[in-house]
């Protein structure tokens, strides 16, 4: 199964220093993979004219000869559509031996397109890079954030991948291949309610890269010594807290407190919000008063159709442990279109 995760916010740091020091760096995007393509598209590593390298494009198979091909458009200015494939004598030489085959598009990373991404990570918002790599005008390239509206074929099919979070690659009326690079700032998860259960579920969602936010009105339970690993607490009731904190596409959201005066205005934010995920801890019985009181107070069936409730995968939990993992789980599903 092929990582589809490494993006340029796995390699931003790295590029921002070289470029500091003066260096010029090229950029290797994973635009395809067949079979067991140990990096799904998207998937990015940088690299400088001495070989230092940030970020993978396959987990170590051809990230030798991508180098050395990167140098040389760094040398040139031409950027390069490679192919590595188990059939090809270069790929087997390489090591890719892993039963796929992966096509990589190498350029050189200009300034302005650096500053882009900076820029959508630092404001945490999305973006999508519409790239020719088959075709005339190789490497032109365009950029559809997700603020803005996208007129025409390609910024249609830019909207629809940001939409699905998922890199694409299109063909224009003109014959060209147009690669859909999607970047989207790193997850994040909001637990309404400083209980024991948010106290593993925000280790947990560390582990596996989220920033962590609890939220919790009441100072006896959302504090810094229950919870000294998470990223932000805030001590607001839980509208207004998630109302100033702003949730995106990249924000999962799970209710955790069964105090009805809690969970339920944070679930009327969170369900009108672009938020991945949002769920509600209780059982069945609890769902359905749940589902009524929303209802009434103006949420509509599509809405509220967005709802996990119960949330969490079902996996026999018991203990707040077992409770944060099936949390966890489902939250990792969604965000990966597994269920």
């Known amino acids: 199964m092929h990582n589809p995760r490494v993006t340029f916010r796995d390699v931003a ?10 260096e010029e760096v090229a950029l290797a995007t994973v635009v395809r993979t067949w079979g067991s393509g140990p990096r799904g598209p998207g998937a990015k590593m940088a690299l400088t004219e001495d070989a230092r390298i940030a970020g993978s494009v396959s987990g170590g198979c051809v990230e030798a000869a991508v180098v050395e091909e990167g140098r040389e458009v760094l040398e040139t200015g ?37 500053r882009a991404f900076s820029e959508a990570l630092r404001k945490r918002s999305g973006l999508v890079r519409a790239t020719v790599i088959r075709g005339a005008e190789l490497g032109r ?10 007129p025409g074929e390609i910024g249609a099919a830019a909207l629809r991948a940001l939409e699905r979070a998922q890199p694409d690659v299109i063909t224009a009326e003109n014959g060209a291949e147009i690669f859909l690079d999607v970047e989207l700032p790193p997850p994040s998860l909001v637990m309404v309610g400083g209980v024991h259960i948010s106290i593993a579920l925000t280790a947990i969602a560390k582990a596996v890269g989220y920033r962590t936010i609890v939220i919790d009105p009441r100072g006896v ?16 009731w839980s509208d207004e807290g998630l109302e100033a904190l702003g949730l995106d596409r990249s924000s999962a959201v799970a209710t955790l407190t069964h105090d009805p005066k809690i969970d339920d205005p944070a679930l009327m934010v969170a369900l009108r919000s672009p938020a991945f995920f949002v769920g509600a801890l209780g059982s069945r019985k609890t769902q359905e008063k749940r589902r009524k009181r929303l209802l009434e107070r103006g949420l509509t069936e599509a809405e509220l159709s967005r709802l996990f409730a119960p949330v969490g995968l079902d996996i026999g939990s018991r203990s707040p442990e ?18």
């Not at 350029?107 to 397109?113: C, G, I, T």
């Not at 339970?221 to 607001?236: K, S, T, V, W, Y």
């Open 78 to 114: 031409t950027p390069k559509l490679l192919h590595f494939g188990i059939a090809d004598e270069t790929a087997w030489n390489v090591g890719l031996t892993c039963g796929g085959s992966i096509e990589i598009f190498v350029e050189k990373l200009d300034d302005s397109l650096f």
């Open 221 to 236: 339970f959302g504090n810094e010594e229950r919870f000294p690993h998470a990223d932000q607490l805030i001590q607001e």
């Open 322 to 339: 077992e409770i944060a993992l099936s949390v966890m789980a489902q939250i990792v599903a969604v965000r990966n279109r597994a269920v």
């Open 13 to 22: 740091k790295d590029v921002e220093r070289w470029k500091a020091e003066g």
């Open 141 to 150: 390239t365009v950029l559809v954030r997700d603020v803005e509206s996208a």
